[in-house]
C-alpha cells in the first residue's frame, strides 16, 4: 500500500497540476486571461446571482387560455368550413375543450360531416414526442348535431409549442439588452426560468418579457362617435380599445385586422426628424406592405389605430397612400421605451401571456457584499481547521493540511471545467467540506495510532492503517454523496449549487485523504525512516479512554424519546416560521441612502397600501432592513404588485438589495419537493446501508438519523429561525452528516463483531465507541469551527443555515453514539451475526503488510 511506482506518482502529480490549471485562471480579470495562449484552460467559476447580482424570475403559461384560444380557432373553423361548403347551421357553441354545431337541413348532414373531417386530421409531432397525434376528434352524439372535442394530447403538444416558442421569443428580447450569459430554460410542462447577471432594473426585464407584444394595424371607425358607443352599444363589427395614457383614451375601433406583427420585418428606434421625439420605426415584409398599402389606398382620409396588447399606442391620420411597406409609430415615447417597444416588435409576439410566479433580485452590492463575507469566512474556517489539525497531529496535521489545500483546488477546478455556478449556499458547501475533508485524514491518522499501540511497527501500522480505513472512508462518504444527488435531482436553485460544491467536494475527498495524502506519507517514511509516530502538541481525547455510553442507554433513550415527542408536539401546536419559498408572499431587503433606516417610518408607509400583514425589521447593520408581505390571496400577478407598491413607495429613500417573490402554485410545489427530497435520502441511505452491513445496522441508523432531523425541526419551532429553502438543505445535509458518523460506528462495531465473537454485546458497543471516540470528537470539532466561521462572518442570509447545521452536527455526534449503537441491544444483534469465512479474511489479511524497506 505504501508503494508507489513511477508512473503512479506522475498521474497523481498530474491530477494535482490539471487541477491547478484549471483552476488558476479564476485569479485573473476576464483581460489579462485573454492574453493568454489558446491551450490554456480560460474558464471561471459562474457566479451565481446572489454573488454578482441580477434576476432570476419563473413565468407559467397558462393552459386555460391556451384551451380557449384553440376552442375559439376550433369555432371559427367550423363556421369558415360550412360556410364554404354552402351548409345552413345553428347553435354553434364552445365550452370547456367541446366545440358543438347542428345542421339544419337533415339533407346535408353527410355533406357537413366530410367537411368537416379535415379537421380531425393527425399531425406530427415529432419522433422526440411521439410520433403522430389526433388534436380534434369528431362525434356525432345525436343526428345532425355534430361535436368536435379538443383532446387532452392535443393541448399537451400545443402547451409544449408554446413553452417552447416562449423560450426563444424571450431568449430574442433580452439578447437585444446586451446582458452577458442569460439563461432562458424551460422547466417542466408549462414553465420558463430566466435568470439575468448583472441586470440592475428588474421592472425593465419583467416588462421585456412579460408583454406579450402581439401588434395589429386596425382602422378606426368614424361612423359612430365612442362617447355614443360608450352609452350605448359599439356596432357590429366594432370594439373599443383604449389608448395608454392617464387618463385613456378610448377608440372606436374595428375588429377586422389590416396587418399584424407578423408580417413585421424589422423595427427599430429612432428620432423624428421635425419634432426630434423618439419614435419607432418599422417595415413590412412582401405579403405586409401589399396589404398595408392597399388599406391606405382605400382608406385616405380616416386614422387607423396601430394596437399593442389591445391598448391604441396611437391612431394617425392617412394623409395619402403608404405604399412603401415602412412606417413610424409615435406615441410620447421615452429613449428607452422606444427601444423597448422596438426589441419586442423584431423578437416577435408571445403565443400565451406569462405570469410571473416567483422572482428573486439581487442587487449588485448585496453580491459584492457576499463574496466579500464568503471569501473572509472561508479564509477565517480554513485557517481554524489548519490549526487545529496541527495541535492533533503535529507534523502529520502539516500533511493533511497540504491535501486540504489540494482539496479546495480541485474543488475550484471541478467547478470550473464543468461550468458550473457558484452561489452563496455553493460558498458553505466548500466550507463545510473543508471541515468534513478533514474526517478521512483523521480516520486513517486514528487507525495508525491505533494499530501502533497494538505492537506493530511504524511501516506496518500506517500500511494497515490506510488498508483499514478505506471502507470506512467509503462508506461514510456515500452516504452524504447520496444525500447530495437527491438533493440536486429534487432541489433547485441555489440548494442545486450547494449540492454540485458538496459533491465535488465528497470526491476529491476521497482522492486526496486516500491517494495524496499516503503518497506524501510514503515519501516521508521512505526518507526519514521514523521509529515513531509524530504527535501532535495537544491530545483531546487521552489513550485509554474507556467510557462506559452502554450503561447510560436508557437515560439517553428516555431523554431523546421526550425530546423528540416534545418536538413533533411543538411542531404540531405552534406554528414554525415558514419562509416565503413555503407559505409564498414577498420578502425585501433595503439599504437606507442615509446614515441610518427608519424602521418605525417604513412600517407606517406600507401600513398604508394595504398589503395585509406587514413585518419590518432590521437585518445587519444600521442601514439594512428586511421587509416581509404575507401572501396576497389574489393570485400569482398579486404578489408581483407587492413589488411594483413598495418600490414606488421607498425607491426615493432606499436601495433594494434583494427581492424575493414566490407566488402560491411555487410555494406548494417546493414543500412538497422538499419533503420528498428528505424522505427519497433516507429511503436510498437504507437501502445502502442495508446492503453493506446488516438490517439491524440499516434501521438503527435511520431511527438515530431520524431523530436527528426531529429535533433539529423541533429547534426551528423554539428558536424562532425562519425555515426556507436553504433549511432543507441543511437538514439533508445533517442527514447526510449524521450517517457519515454512524457509518464510521458501525463499521467499527462490525469489525469487533468478527474479532471478538463471544464478547458481550454492551461491552463490544463500549469498546467500538472509545475507539472511534477520537475521530468523532476531531471530525466534529473541525466542522464546527468552520461552520463557526460562517456563522459569525459568513452574512446575515446564511445565518439560519449555519444555525443548523451547528445543531445538527452536536445532536448527530451525540445520536451516534447514544442512539445507533445501543438499538443494536435493543434489536438482539449478537457477535456471532456476520460469516465467519469473511471474519477470517479479515483477520488474515491484518498481517500482510508490506515492509517499505524490502518493496
Do not use: C
Not at 357590429?236 to 387618463?247: F, H, W
Not at 401571456?353 to 457584499?369: I, M, N, Q
Not at 472561508?378 to 490549526?387: E, F, R, S
Not at 445533517?734 to 458501525?746: A, E, K, M, P
Request: no cysteine; proline share 4%.
Amino acid at each position: 500500500m505504501l508503494y508507489f511506482s513511477p508512473w503512479k506518482t506522475a498521474l497523481i502529480w498530474l491530477t494535482v497540476l490539471v487541477g491547478v490549471l484549471f483552476a488558476a485562471p479564476n485569479l485573473f480579470s476576464n483581460t489579462t486571461l485573454q492574453s493568454f495562449p489558446g491551450f490554456l484552460p480560460h474558464n471561471k467559476v459562474a457566479l451565481g446571482l446572489d454573488l454578482q447580482g441580477g434576476v432570476h424570475l419563473q413565468l407559467k403559461l397558462d393552459r386555460k387560455e391556451l384551451v380557449d384560444h384553440r376552442l375559439e380557432s376550433v369555432r371559427d373553423e367550423v363556421r369558415r368550413v360550412l360556410r364554404e361548403a354552402g351548409i345552413g347551421y345553428t347553435g354553434l357553441s364552445g365550452k370547456g375543450q367541446k366545440v358543438t354545431v347542428r345542421i339544419r337541413d337533415a339533407a346535408d348532414i353527410e355533406k357537413a360531416k366530410k367537411a368537416l373531417e379535415p379537421l380531425t386530421q393527425t399531425i406530427s409531432a415529432g419522433l422526440l414526442s411521439g410520433g403522430v397525434l389526433q388534436e380534434v376528434t369528431l362525434n356525432e352524439p345525436e343526428p345532425g348535431v355534430f361535436e368536435m372535442d379538443i383532446t387532452d394530447q392535443g393541448i399537451d403538444y400545443r402547451m409544449s409549442q408554446a413553452v417552447s416558442q416562449t423560450v426563444e421569443v424571450i431568449r430574442g428580447r433580452i439578447d437585444q439588452l446586451g446582458t452577458t450569459e442569460p439563461v432562458i430554460q424551460r422547466q417542466g410542462t408549462d414553465r420558463v426560468i430566466v435568470q439575468v447577471p448583472g441586470l440592475n432594473d428588474p421592472q425593465r426585464l419583467k416588462d421585456l418579457i412579460g408583454t406579450t407584444a402581439r401588434l395589429t394595424f386596425q382602422m378606426v371607425d368614424t361612423s359612430m362617435s365612442v362617447e355614443d358607443a360608450l352609452k350605448g352599444r359599439p356596432p357590429a363589427g366594432d370594439e373599443i380599445l383604449y389608448s395608454q395614457d392617464d387618463p385613456p383614451v378610448p377608440y372606436l375601433v374595428e375588429t377586422r385586422e389590416i396587418v399584424t406583427g407578423e408580417n413585421l420585418e424589422d423595427a427599430q428606434a429612432g428620432f423624428d426628424q421635425r419634432t426630434n421625439e423618439p419614435i419607432v420605426t418599422f417595415r413590412f415584409d412582401g405579403t405586409g406592405a401589399q396589404r398595408f398599402g392597399r388599406a391606405t389606398q382605400e382608406n385616405v382620409g380616416r386614422p387607423f389605430a396601430i394596437v399593442l396588447d389591445n391598448h391604441v399606442i396611437s391612431a394617425p391620420v392617412i394623409r395619402e397612400p403608404i405604399l412603401g411597406g415602412s412606417g413610424q409609430i409615435s406615441g410620447s415615447f421615452t429613449v428607452e421605451g422606444a427601444n423597448d417597444l422596438a426589441i419586442l416588435l423584431r423578437a416577435g409576439a408571445l403565443p400565451l401571456t406569462p405570469t410571473f410566479v416567483e422572482e428573486r433580485t439581487v442587487g449588485p452590492s448585496l453580491g459584492a457584499d457576499s463574496i466579500a463575507a464568503g471569501e473572509f469566512a472561508g479564509i477565517i474556517g480554513a485557517a481554524l481547521v489548519v490549526g487545529f489539525m496541527f495541535l492533533a497531529y503535529g507534523f502529520l496535521g502539516f500533511v493533511a493540511n497540504i491535501a486540504l489545500a489540494a482539496n479546495v483546488v480541485l474543488i475550484i477546478a471541478a467547478l470550473s471545467g464543468l461550468g458550473a455556478t457558484l452561489t452563496l449556499p455553493g460558498i458553505a458547501g466548500i466550507v463545510l467540506t473543508i471541515g468534513m475533508a478533514v474526517d478521512s485524514n483523521v480516520l486513517i491518522f486514528e487507525r495508525i495510532r491505533e494499530e501502533r499501540a497494538s505492537g506493530r511497527s511504524v511501516i506496518q501500522s500506517i500500511d494497515i492503517g490506510f488498508q483499514r480505513a478505506l471502507a470506512t472512508i467509503v462508506d461514510a462518504n456515500l452516504t452524504t454523496l447520496i444525500a447530495a444527488v437527491i438533493l440536486f435531482y429534487l432541489g433547485s436553485g441555489p440548494i442545486r449549487g450547494f449540492a454540485v460544491t458538496l459533491a465535488i467536494g465528497i470526491v476529491t475527498t476521497v482522492f486526496t485523504a486516500f491517494v495524496f495524502t499516503r503518497w506524501m506519507i510514503a515519501v516521508w517514511v521512505r526518507r526519514q525512516k521514523p521509529k515513531e509516530l509524530p504527535r501532535g502538541p495537544v491530545t483531546f481525547v487521552p489513550d485509554g479512554t474507556r467510557i462506559v455510553f452502554m450503561w447510560l442507554r436508557r437515560v439517553t433513550f428516555t431523554g431523546s424519546a421526550v425530546a423528540v415527542i416534545a418536538s413533533m408536539v411543538l411542531f404540531g401546536v405552534f406554528n414554525m416560521n415558514l419562509g416565503i419559498d413555503f407559505k409564498g408572499g414577498s420578502l425585501i431587503e433595503v439599504q437606507a441612502k442615509a446614515e441610518k433606516a427608519d424602521i418605525g417610518d417604513i412600517r407606517s408607509r406600507l401600513s398604508d397600501l394595504n398589503l395585509g400583514d406587514v413585518q419590518v425589521q432590521g437585518f445587519g447593520g444600521d442601514r439594512n432592513v428586511l421587509i416581509r408581505v404575507e401572501e396576497q390571496g389574489g393570485g400569482e400577478n398579486a404578489e408581483q404588485s407587492v413589488i411594483t407598491k413598495v418600490r414606488g413607495e421607498l425607491q426615493s429613500d432606499y436601495d433594494f438589495r434583494r427581492v424575493e417573490v414566490v407566488g402560491p402554485t411555487v410555494s406548494g410545489e417546493l414543500a412538497q419537493a422538499g419533503t420528498i427530497a428528505v424522505v427519497a435520502a433516507l429511503f436510498a441511505i437504507l437501502v445502502y446501508i442495508w446492503l453493506r452491513f446488516e438490517w439491524q445496522f440499516a434501521v438503527g441508523a435511520i431511527v438515530a438519523t431520524t431523530h436527528d432531523v426531529l429535533l433539529t425541526i423541533g429547534m426551528y419551532v423554539v428558536t424562532g429561525l425562519e425555515f426556507n429553502l436553504s433549511s432543507i438543505a441543511a437538514i439533508l445535509t445533517i442527514v447526510g452528516y449524521s450517517l457519515n458518523d454512524t457509518v464510521v460506528v458501525y463499521d467499527r462495531v462490525r469489525e469487533n463483531l468478527r474479532r471478538y465473537k463471544k464478547m458481550p454485546l454492551p461491552e463490544l458497543l463500549d469498546l467500538s465507541m472509545n475507539q472511534t471516540l477520537p475521530r468523532t470528537i476531531l471530525t466534529s470539532l473541525t466542522t464546527v469551527l468552520a461552520l463557526i466561521a460562517l456563522f459569525f462572518f459568513g452574512g446575515e442570509v446564511l445565518r439560519s443555515f449555519v444555525s443548523a447545521m451547528i445543531f445538527g452536527i452536536v445532536v448527530g455526534t451525540y445520536s451516534s453514539i447514544f442512539i445507533a449503537a445501543p438499538l443494536l441491544i435493543l434489536f438482539r444483534l449478537r457477535p456471532g451475526a456476520l460469516d465467519r469465512d469473511e471474519s477470517e479474511k479479515q483477520a488474515t489479511s491484518g498481517t500482510k503488510a508490506v515492509d517499505l524497506e524490502t518493496s
